[in-house]
């Protein structure tokens, strides 16, 4: 039986997987999606900081499920997926998001977040929250063995190289 790749590229705000996921698909020519984009993303986002999880988790897998059924192909990139789902709600609400999809964490440091936030039209939540987050990410990268590429140490050109690569490897084609 023939199944679907999803290529998920994710991490926190600020560490460029939009600009690699977006430059990934154009190098691979298969759909970019990007799911928990504007007020779905904020809503689900809204619902898990106030301890709703089941609306969380309900918005989350509504906005992928419905991705992906806008966008069919054998292959796929998704920006934003289950590490941003794990990073909001408890364990016991992961199960229906296994098994996960090959995932790549995109990271920068809290100083390169804020100053790639700070050139954006959005409210500012400061530095504890995208600490938390930050560091929620990285931890969710080292238990379940994400590859993590360094926005903040590599420039976009080398880091979409090193994506472009992964990328091949997961859906068998050579580099």
């Keep these: 039986m023939h199944h679907d790749i999803l ?26 999606i ?3 984009h504007g ?13 709703d999880f089941l609306r969380a988790e309900e918005i989350a897998l509504e906005q992928v499920d419905s991705a992906l059924r806008s966008h069919p192909a054998t292959v796929r990139v998704v920006d934003r997926h289950w ?3 794990f990073s909001l709600l408890p ?3 992961w199960q229906k998001w ?14 390169c ?4 936030l700070s050139h954006r039209d959005e409210t500012y939540a400061g530095s504890e929250w995208h600490s938390l987050y930050i560091a929620r990410y990285e931890q969710l990268a080292r238990q379940f063995r994400v590859p ?6 590599h420039a976009i050109d080398e880091a979409l190289a090193a994506l472009t690569t992964w990328a091949r490897a997961v859906i068998g084609v050579d580099p």
Excluded at 41 to 48: E, P, S, T, V, W
Excluded at 113 to 116: H, V
């Design 83 to 85: 590490m941003t789902v």
């Design 7 to 32: 290529l998920v590229i994710d991490g926190h705000d600020g560490s460029g997987k939009t600009t690699l996921a977006r430059g990934l698909a154009s190098a691979l020519e298969v759909p970019y």
């Design 148 to 153: 993590i590429v360094r926005t903040d140490r």
């Design 39 to 51: 007020h779905a993303g904020a809503a689900m986002l809204a619902a898990a900081e106030s301890k």
């Design 113 to 116: 977040t804020i100053k790639r």
């Design 91 to 93: 364990e016991e609400f």
């Design 34 to 36: 990007r799911p928990f």
């Design 98 to 111: 296994k098994p996960l999809p090959p995932t790549t964490l995109c990271a920068a440091d809290l100083e």
